[in-house]
């Protein structure tokens, strides 16, 4: 496709459950980055890869948080043991490279009952 | 830590009036992007204002960078309902990090018809 895409795009778990959003960016786009939106909030930065590597998961807001990029394409979000605090849209988002404008998904809105 | 503040968090206009948002930080950014959201889709990007001081117009609106690089605003002239949205605001890194960008909560803006 021409665009992020994201999915998926809405997804509802009990607390407890692991989840993963899975982010295909755009073709031929090195970075790519995960951020997080609470209701009401702006966007917080989670991981950036570069390639399959992600220098940077400082974002990442605890050990039951992690992410992969493989074939420098598709990633994917891992949360496990899910908590009422990790409710909140999460939105991919790649460049062609990371000094350049970001492309964001529409996000898959992550709902634990 | 970098942090950005928007201002209004909320505004619920008229059709045709005209409009301001601000954004404000103690820190210098390298550049800064403005982006709209609208419900259930990712943030697209507006503009990107790299200079201090730089002024860009794109049909009503104008983005201002403040001469410091610390500060930035939007100025919509004569407001339509298709305006209506979320008006974020985020911050380029310097070097090391210009990959990372640091957000505002955002301004909601309501024009009504």
């Known amino acids: 496709g021409a665009g992020v895409s994201q999915s998926p795009s809405n997804k509802v778990t009990e607390k407890g459950k692991d989840v993963e959003l899975r982010c295909d960016p755009i073709?031929?786009?090195?970075?790519l980055y995960w951020y997080r939106q609470r209701l009401g909030q702006g966007l917080e930065f989670l991981i950036y890869?570069?390639?399959?590597?992600?220098?940077?998961k400082s974002g990442l807001p605890s050990d039951r948080f992690s992410a992969e990029r493989t074939g420098e394409s598709v990633s994917t979000l891992t949360i496990q043991r899910t908590q009422q605090e990790d409710s909140a849209v999460y939105l991919c988002?790649?460049?062609?490279?990371?000094?350049?404008?970001?492309?964001f998904g529409d996000g898959t809105r992550l709902s634990i009952l | 830590t970098q942090l950005l503040e928007q201002s209004p968090q909320f505004l619920s206009i008229q059709e045709g009036e005209n409009l301001t948002v601000y954004c404000n930080s103690s820190?210098?950014?390298?550049?800064l992007q403005w982006y709209r959201q609208e419900p259930g889709e990712g943030p697209v990007l507006l503009v990107t204002?790299?200079?201090?001081?730089e002024v860009k117009k794109l049909k009503r609106l104008t983005f201002q960078f403040g001469d410091a690089r610390k500060d930035s605003s939007l100025h919509i002239t004569a407001a339509q309902p298709g305006d209506t949205g979320l008006y974020l605001c985020?911050?380029?890194?310097?070097?090391?990090?210009?990959?990372?960008?640091?957000f505002g909560k955002g301004t909601l803006l309501t024009v009504n018809p």
């Open positions: 985020a911050g380029e890194g310097g070097r090391g990090s210009n990959y990372k960008l640091t």
């Open positions: 073709s031929g786009h090195t970075a």
């Open positions: 820190s210098v950014f390298s550049s």
């Open positions: 988002a790649s460049s062609f490279i990371s000094n350049q404008p970001q492309h």
């Open positions: 890869f570069q390639g399959n590597s992600a220098p940077d």
């Open positions: 204002v790299v200079t201090g001081g």
